[in-house]
């Protein structure tokens, strides 16, 4: 179970252009859930994800990953854990290295590097498998450079990459947001596909009203860096696109953008 305990974080403290983005925020994730996160720029949905995984501090509060505070966690130690997918589809992946180089190096993710061969051929079939899985026909290009795939197969393979090893939870970062359409339903498939068959616990902020509805077992909206909206189970089934744009919609007008 993830808890977020009355954090507090304020960027350009003392300064002009000062914001305190959350002030006592606290949130609970149950293990297993896939939470679908939306709101408006700044609300603090990308921050909220940050935090977690370590990329920003905070200035009070903690975050505690099944009653352990790691709060004070270097985030490349909680990335042992921790899997995550960017909206740069580049972000998660090496452009100059294979395929196969790449998945080597995320199949040893959390383990100490020697002086050995980075890359197990044994390991092989195991990433052809892995692959033949996604159903794009990856599994013949294990010795193609990263950089010569689509953004929509960088993508599918970095979401593979995050989850090779154990997790306890996959962070996706508007993931599909530098996708076309059609490209971006195909990722959001893989993505349910793969969460549900992993057991997975996930949180993924996106843009798309959509995919929040359709995908996941709980809806969080948030406004400045507060929970204004958070639905799960039959109550979040039972929530449309509509209910989402009228709220997201009234929010805005409050807010004057």
């Known amino acids: 179970m993830l808890e977020v305990r009355n954090i507090t974080k304020v ?26 996160i939306v709101g408006s720029n700044g609300s603090g949905k990308t921050s909220l994800l940050n935090i977690i995984c370590g990329s920003i501090p905070v200035d009070g509060g903690d975050v505690l990953v099944g009653g352990k505070n790691i709060t004070r966690m270097k985030d490349y ?3 042992a854990t ?19 180089e790449n998945l080597s190096l995320a ?58 090893t154990p997790l306890q939870f996959l962070i996706l970062d508007e993931h599909t947001a530098a996708l076309d359409p059609k490209t971006a339903e195909v990722i959001m498939r893989l993505t349910d596909q ?8 996930a949180m993924m902020v996106t843009h798309n009203l959509r995919y929040a509805v ?27 696109t509509e209910d ?3 709220m997201f919609n009234r929010i805005s007008m409050e807010c004057g953008s």
């Not at 003392?14 to 939470?35: I, K």
Request: hydrophobic share 35%.
């Open 11 to 36: 960027y350009n403290p003392g300064s002009v252009t000062e914001q305190r983005l959350f002030e006592n925020f606290s949130l609970t994730v149950d293990d297993g859930q896939f939470v679908a």
């Open 77 to 79: 130690k909680r990335y």
């Open 82 to 100: 921790m899997g995550r997918v960017y909206q740069d589809p580049g972000a998660g992946t090496c452009p100059n290295l294979t395929m196969l």
């Open 107 to 164: 199949d040893h993710k959390g383990q100490p590097f020697g002086l050995g061969r980075g890359v197990n051929r044994k390991r092989r079939d195991f990433y052809r498998q892995q692959l033949q899985s996604l159903g794009l026909g990856l599994e013949d290009k294990l010795d193609v450079r990263m950089g010569a795939l689509s953004g929509g197969q960088r993508q599918a393979v970095a979401l593979l990459m995050a989850t090779m």
């Open 194 to 201: 793969v969460v549900r068959e992993k057991h997975l616990t």
């Open 214 to 240: 359709e995908y996941g077992d709980r809806i969080l909206m948030m406004n400045r860096g507060q929970v204004v909206l958070d639905r799960a189970g039959a109550e979040k089934a039972a929530t449309s």
């Open 244 to 246: 989402i744009l009228s």
